[in-house]
């Protein structure tokens, strides 16, 4: 629960009216998450986080119906990359994977939010762990994550 808090708390400092929603189901992918809220699993965010040989790690935001182009993504940032791995995940977000929040991270990384996004008025993003779910619309998760638009996903 102390990883809910954590964003909890990031959502009260920044004055939003963004509210968590905690379920009994598990919401850890995305058709989970989809089944869970009842919507579609392009509405829901999945934040995934990356390491690179020249810009460390760094975290993309899609719908949860897209895959990313790894051709894209090294374009993206000037180098070949990796899915980070839990331990890295844990690590850099202080979420674990399932439940990664893509803010209220305890270092800052480049978060970069796919046009995916754009697709719908809100999506569901994770809340720190893999039973939360956050609405919130494409420009709050900008705002939020001082995000990097950008079109990775196909």
Do not use: W
Request: charged share 25%; proline share 4%.
């Amino acid at each position: 629960m102390h990883e809910i808090e954590t964003v909890r708390v990031f959502l009260q400092q920044r004055n939003t009216n963004l509210e968590i929603i905690v379920l009994d189901e598990d919401t850890s992918t995305a058709p989970l998450a989809a089944r869970a809220l009842g919507k579609e699993v392009g509405q829901i965010a999945k934040s995934i986080l990356f390491k690179s040989k020249e810009a460390d790690f760094f975290m993309v935001v899609s719908t949860g119906d897209v895959k990313i182009d790894a051709k894209r993504l090294k374009k993206l940032v000037g180098s070949k990359t990796r899915m980070a791995n839990p331990e890295e995940v844990r690590e850099i977000t202080g979420f674990s994977i399932g439940g990664v929040c893509p803010f209220a991270l305890p270092r800052q990384i480049d978060i970069y939010l796919d046009e995916s996004l754009k697709r719908y008025e809100v999506v569901y993003a994770a809340a720190g762990a893999a039973n939360t779910a956050l609405p919130i619309t494409y420009d709050e998760l900008m705002n939020i994550t001082s995000g990097i638009p950008c079109s990775v996903s196909i």
